[in-house]
């Protein structure tokens, strides 16, 4: 059972063209949800954790946002360094040892 | 803050042939560890995690194990690797928060 699902898999950003990428999730309770960013061939570098719905974290270009069922990743205005895998992955609340659940990630690409 | 070292860095293996990576965690004590593999175009599948000495709990069964001899060290072998045990490796730490840190990766070549 999928218990993370980001959109799009793939998205072509031109340089400066904001948009979002999304992470839906069913679990019985959610303790948190993270955002981390994955260069390739590189571990997963951590971005954001939201704990509850109407939470919102920034990093420069970068806006994490949670609603119950879903979060959301803000680009704005982005830059060809921001191209990576964008991985989600939440946390149930009684989760044995911290488990987290990743989606497969959305590869993000913006050219100049 | 921790720092998580991998070795090897890559690793090209014959099939049947023994496995051992590596990970060591820096700047923390007692942290919970993780190893996870991350096959192409599939999300990171958890493999063991550990919340101390000696204490492994494995999510998927398979011809790998995983001990952890000293606090901040944790290993995953294998006595004949497969196949389909090619993947990017991953250790990740989790002190005292829940955010988990991963380290840079082993890519393990079976062919």
């Known amino acids: 059972e999928d218990q993370v699902t980001q959109s799009p898999e793939a998205l072509r950003l031109q340089e400066g063209e904001s948009s979002s990428l999304n992470c839906s999730y069913t679990v019985s309770g959610l303790r948190g949800l993270f955002w981390y960013r994955q260069d390739p061939g590189k571990g997963p570098e951590f971005l954001f954790t939201l704990y509850s719905a109407g939470e919102e974290k920034e990093k420069e270009r970068l806006k994490a946002t949670l609603t119950k069922k879903e979060s959301f990743l803000h680009i704005t205005a982005p830059k060809p360094e921001d191209s990576a895998t964008y991985l989600c992955?939440?946390?149930?609340?009684?989760?044995?040892?911290?488990?987290?659940?990743f989606g497969r990630g959305t590869q993000l690409t913006v050219w100049p | 803050s921790q720092t998580i070292h991998q070795w090897p860095a890559t690793l090209v293996q014959p099939v049947g042939s023994p496995l051992s990576l590596e990970c060591t965690v820096e700047g923390t004590s007692n942290p919970n560890l993780y190893w996870y593999r991350q096959a192409a175009g599939r999300g990171l599948q958890l493999l063991f995690y550990?919340?101390?000495?000696?204490?492994i709990s494995s999510e998927v069964p398979q011809n790998l194990s995983a001990s952890r001899p000293q606090d901040r060290q944790f290993i995953l072998s294998s006595k004949k690797l497969l196949l389909s045990d090619s993947g990017f490796y991953l250790c990740?730490?989790?002190?005292?928060?829940?955010?988990?840190?991963f380290g840079p990766g082993t890519r393990l070549t079976v062919l």
């Open positions: 550990s919340v101390g000495i000696g204490q």
């Open positions: 990740a730490c989790a002190g005292e928060t829940d955010t988990q840190y």
């Open positions: 992955a939440v946390q149930a609340r009684g989760s044995t040892l911290g488990r987290l659940y």
